[in-house]
């Protein structure tokens, strides 16, 4: 892979070089100009990045990230940086810079702005990863499988290109699992149910590989009594993995999909499944890469969760989960989110023994699958080693089942379960509140 970037590197013309910096001026806002210049170099933002505590070295310091990006906007948009370079640390745009730019923020930064949180005069840093990551993308510098992988929700709605007619076979066969399982043959996972309440939607990998997770999240609304439906064409995936790719025009392109099934279903709310870059890209850069305010709210199945047992709409026996569950905190979801509360709520009602990961909730460390960086498969061995941090702070808890509302999250725990050796087992919320449900229908039906 590093053969192929450097092909790409080889091939760019003076042309393409001046687009890619003319895209990354033009995505920097005021606010962004002016922290491209504020770093103070105090160091707390490596003590903050797990791939500095993973692998303490010059490169995965978050403000050297930073300084390979402010060099360049020093050398070509401010006067000290054409007339004194030297003096103010400005380099040109070329083919070494343009490589230290994908080095920094594709190969050691999974966006989640643990470093941002921490910083001495809070600088954005995603923010300008993201202007960063855009102008190599108008450079044709994202790596091939993380755009494949966009590629894929652009031509068939979903990110593994899943046919109509297997999706609904999908559908149609974990429905009759529901069935058995509750005990109910009325039990249904609609699909295009025209005025449905909610518009549910879900990450692909639950079809191909994850099916007991929609089957949980669809006895949770079984038993709630919740007027729901599934899409069967383009807008029931919640991903949208040009959140990493930066590229905006496409983002808004796989929203858009979202937003198309909710009018043409005529549902009134959107309800995004346990994913936490589905959910900030659909609830808040959603309306900001459309332009215009959406006329439905955006939820997170884990508030739909809180406010069933809150209401009183489901009733669960939390021993049924005997064993110690920690949380894992998805970045997306919680930091840039906005969601850490109600998985929490949801979890102490239950399970038994809930023990928290230090630290947790904002400041909690990725867990190294974030930003794109499970599609990349050039830089496993990087995200598997920054991913050790997580596997620390699992273990220090000594749970036996790790909840991880994400399902990008839920993959990486997985690789990180297998390379640190954790013997965990890595569920939803969903599957938790799904096992610890109590229904006079399940007592006639469950040991």
């Given at each position: 892979?590093?053969v192929?970037?450097?092909?790409?590197l080889?091939a760019?013309?003076?042309?393409?070089?001046?687009?890619?910096?003319?895209?990354?001026?033009q995505?920097l806002?005021?606010?962004e100009?002016?922290?491209?210049n504020?770093?103070?170099?105090?160091?707390?933002?490596?003590?903050?990045?797990?791939?500095?505590?993973?692998?303490?070295?010059?490169?995965?310091v978050?403000?050297?990230?930073?300084?390979?990006?402010a060099?360049?906007?020093?050398?070509?948009c401010?006067?000290?940086g054409?007339?004194?370079?030297?003096?103010v640390?400005?380099?040109r745009?070329?083919?070494?810079?343009v490589?230290?730019?994908?080095?920094?923020v594709?190969?050691?930064?999974?966006?989640c702005?643990?470093?941002?949180i921490?910083?001495?005069?809070?600088?954005?840093?995603?923010?300008?990863?993201?202007?960063?990551?855009r102008a190599?993308?108008?450079?044709?510098?994202?790596?091939?499988d993380?755009?494949?992988?966009v590629?894929?929700?652009l031509?068939?709605g979903?990110?593994?290109?899943?046919?109509?007619?297997?999706?609904?076979?999908?559908?149609?066969?974990?429905?009759?699992?529901?069935?058995a399982?509750?005990?109910?043959?009325?039990?249904?996972?609609?699909?295009?149910?025209?005025g449905?309440?909610c518009?549910?939607?879900v990450?692909?990998?639950?079809a191909k590989?994850?099916?007991?997770?929609?089957q949980?999240?669809?006895k949770?609304?079984?038993?709630?009594?919740?007027?729901?439906t599934?899409?069967?064409?383009?807008g029931?995936?919640?991903?949208n993995?040009?959140?990493?790719?930066?590229?905006?025009?496409q983002?808004a392109?796989?929203?858009?999909?979202?937003?198309?099934?909710?009018?043409?279903?005529?549902c009134q709310v959107?309800?995004i499944?346990?994913?936490?870059?589905g959910?900030?890209?659909?609830?808040?850069?959603?309306?900001?890469?459309?332009?215009?305010a959406?006329?439905f709210p955006?939820?997170?199945?884990?508030?739909?969760?809180?406010?069933?047992?809150e209401?009183?709409r489901?009733?669960?026996?939390?021993?049924?989960?005997?064993?110690?569950?920690?949380?894992?905190?998805?970045?997306?979801?919680?930091r840039?989110?906005?969601?850490?509360?109600?998985?929490?709520r949801?979890?102490?009602?239950?399970v038994?023994?809930l023990v928290?990961?230090?630290?947790?909730?904002?400041?909690?460390?990725?867990?190294?699958?974030?930003g794109?960086?499970?599609?990349?498969?050039?830089?496993?061995?990087?995200?598997?080693?920054?991913?050790?941090?997580?596997?620390?702070q699992?273990?220090a808890t000594g749970?036996?089942?790790?909840?991880?509302?994400?399902?990008n999250?839920i993959?990486?725990?997985g690789?990180l379960n297998?390379?640190?050796?954790?013997?965990?087992?890595?569920?939803?919320v969903?599957?938790?509140?799904?096992?610890?449900?109590v229904?006079?229908l399940?007592?006639?039906?469950?040991?």
């Amino acid at each position: 892979m590093a053969v192929d970037l450097e092909l790409k590197l080889a091939a760019l013309t003076e042309a393409t070089l001046a687009k890619g910096l003319a895209v990354f001026r033009q995505h920097l806002q005021g606010a962004e100009v002016s922290y491209l210049n504020a770093c103070v170099r105090c160091g707390l933002c490596a003590d903050s990045c797990h791939y500095h505590r993973a692998e303490p070295e010059l490169e995965n310091v978050p403000a050297r990230k930073l300084d390979h990006i402010a060099a360049v906007f020093r050398a070509h948009c401010t006067p000290a940086g054409r007339m004194l370079p030297g003096l103010v640390g400005a380099k040109r745009w070329d083919r070494d810079m343009v490589r230290a730019w994908v080095d920094a923020v594709f190969g050691r930064c999974s966006l989640c702005g643990r470093c941002s949180i921490n910083c001495t005069i809070g600088i954005p840093m995603p923010s300008l990863f993201r202007a960063a990551r855009r102008a190599l993308g108008a450079m044709g510098l994202v790596p091939d499988d993380l755009q494949a992988t966009v590629e894929n929700s652009l031509q068939h709605g979903n990110n593994m290109a899943i046919e109509r007619e297997e999706w609904v076979e999908t559908l149609e066969w974990i429905e009759e699992e529901l069935q058995a399982e509750t005990g109910d043959p009325g039990a249904r996972i609609p699909i295009d149910q025209q005025g449905a309440r909610c518009l549910f939607t879900v990450n692909p990998r639950e079809a191909k590989f994850f099916p007991l997770s929609l089957q949980a999240s669809a006895k949770v609304f079984w038993a709630a009594g919740e007027d729901w439906t599934l899409a069967s064409d383009a807008g029931w995936d919640l991903t949208n993995y040009a959140l990493f790719t930066c590229e905006d025009d496409q983002a808004a392109a796989i929203v858009k999909n979202l937003t198309d099934a909710m009018t043409r279903l005529g549902c009134q709310v959107l309800v995004i499944g346990e994913c936490g870059h589905g959910y900030q890209s659909a609830r808040w850069m959603g309306p900001e890469w459309l332009k215009q305010a959406f006329p439905f709210p955006v939820v997170s199945i884990l508030e739909l969760m809180d406010e069933y047992l809150e209401e009183g709409r489901i009733h669960v026996d939390p021993t049924r989960n005997p064993h110690p569950v920690t949380l894992h905190d998805p970045c997306n979801l919680v930091r840039h989110g906005g969601i850490s509360e109600p998985q929490r709520r949801v979890l102490r009602r239950s399970v038994s023994n809930l023990v928290e990961m230090a630290p947790k909730g904002l400041e909690n460390y990725c867990c190294g699958g974030g930003g794109g960086q499970l599609a990349m498969g050039q830089y496993r061995h990087r995200r598997l080693k920054a991913g050790g941090i997580k596997a620390n702070q699992i273990r220090a808890t000594g749970a036996r089942i790790v909840a991880a509302p994400c399902h990008n999250c839920i993959d990486q725990l997985g690789e990180l379960n297998k390379e640190y050796q954790l013997k965990v087992q890595i569920k939803t919320v969903a599957e938790l509140v799904a096992a610890a449900l109590v229904t006079p229908l399940l007592a006639e039906v469950q040991p």
